[in-house]
């Protein structure tokens, strides 16, 4: 039988090409050979109190980029975790037997502390993060968890709440999940090197109209000042880097040769018709950005303009996830002695 899967992913603003290469399709690869749940966590978001109005466009926001992307909802069981009353049910139950040393000592919270916020200004839902974190997971016989290194902590927290609610209430009540940790997380470069992120105001996003797209890698994309003719450093070139995280083999290749030879042509004459330079590879990165997310793009558009579809879809996906979470919820309160 498949192993359960589930992986949760935070309604944030506009997805860039760093969280599609470093997130979304590792996740989606994971998803085709699992047996597989993929929830939007927008009680998470609430920990930050975002404006409604702009948590609600994220929300149809984060749906729509998966789905375009590949979530097939009929494998997938694609859900918004407000939908699964089972989770914050269990959280609850989980918080009962959870011992506080441990969620003063969790990441998220030791975080906020460090970064001089007023105690009064942290609140119960960021301290309480990892037991609903933990619920997530455990409402649903959860086999393995995809955690980068900085949420590592968090899960063993959630194997911490399924060890000591068995200790007390009965061996079986919960499944212990396993971690599967990523130990080659790989960073996307933004357009000046460093790591892409909203923060740095560096990033390609994924579903910007095409001429922004274009603006985006040909003027924004910092190179060196190799001069028109010569060979290019692929190496630590976000050019290259991108390029070649997207194309297939043979094209890698090609552009390899492109930027070892500085021609278009590498067997070509040594002439400026047949030089290759850093607006040629910005062009060829452009194109392929294109192509390889043109249909993507297309979908986007599409689901963004019909909400009512994508209610459906959630509506249909929360239907399947509590009908797994409902069971396991109940086995757990008849554990507790809520039920008979
Ligand atoms: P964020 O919206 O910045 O929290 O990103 C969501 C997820 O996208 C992260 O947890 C990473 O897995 C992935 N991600 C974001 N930026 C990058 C990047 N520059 N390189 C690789 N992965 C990234």
């Avoid at 998470?44 to 948590?55: D, G, Q």
């Avoid at 609850?92 to 502390?113: N, Y």
């Avoid at 070139?237 to 083999?249: K, W």
């Avoid at 209610?311 to 009908?323: F, I, N, T, V």
Wanted: aromatic letters at 8%; hydrophobic letters at 40%; glycine letters at 8%.
């Amino acid at each position: 039988m498949q192993k359960r899967i589930l992986t949760g992913v935070k309604p944030t603003g506009a997805p860039h090409i760093g969280n599609y290469l470093g997130a979304i399709r590792p996740a989606l690869a994971l998803a085709k050979k699992h047996d597989s749940f993929l929830f939007i966590a927008d009680l998470h978001a609430l920990t930050i109190t975002p404006k409604p109005a702009e948590l609600k466009e994220q929300v149809y926001g984060v749906a729509a980029t998966w789905l375009a992307l590949g979530v097939d909802p009929k494998q997938t069981v694609f859900y918004r975790q407000s939908d699964v009353p089972e989770i914050t049910n269990l959280a609850w139950l989980l918080s009962c037997v959870l011992p506080i040393g441990m969620l003063e000592r969790a990441h998220s919270f030791k975080d906020a502390q460090g970064k001089n916020v007023e105690r009064e200004d942290i609140k119960h839902g960021l301290y309480a993060y990892p037991v609903l974190m933990a619920a997530d997971i455990l409402a649903f016989d959860i086999d393995v968890v995809p955690v980068g290194k900085d949420q590592k902590q968090h899960l063993e927290i959630t194997q911490e709440a399924a060890r000591k609610f068995n200790l007390i209430y009965g061996d079986g009540c919960l499944k212990v999940p396993e971690a599967m940790i990523d130990e080659q997380v790989m960073t996307i470069p933004g357009t000046d090197g460093r790591k892409m992120s909203k923060s740095y105001g560096n990033t390609i996003e994924l579903f910007g109209d095409d001429k922004e797209l274009v603006k985006t890698v040909k003027k924004g994309i910092k190179t060196d000042s190799t001069e028109y003719g010569l060979p290019l450093k692929d190496e630590g070139d976000t050019v290259f880097e991108i390029y070649r995280l997207i194309a297939d083999p043979t094209r890698i290749e090609a552009m390899r040769r492109r930027y070892q030879t500085g021609r278009k042509d590498p067997d070509g004459p040594n002439d400026p018709g047949n030089y290759f330079g850093w607006g040629d590879a910005k062009g060829a990165l452009a194109d392929l950005l294109l192509e390889h997310l043109g249909p993507a793009r297309a979908e986007y558009r599409r689901l963004m303009a019909d909400r009512g579809h994508l209610d459906q879809l959630l509506a249909e996906g929360s239907d399947r996830a509590r009908a797994v979470a409902h069971p396991i919820l109940e086995r757990c309160l008849k554990a507790v002695g809520l039920r008979s």
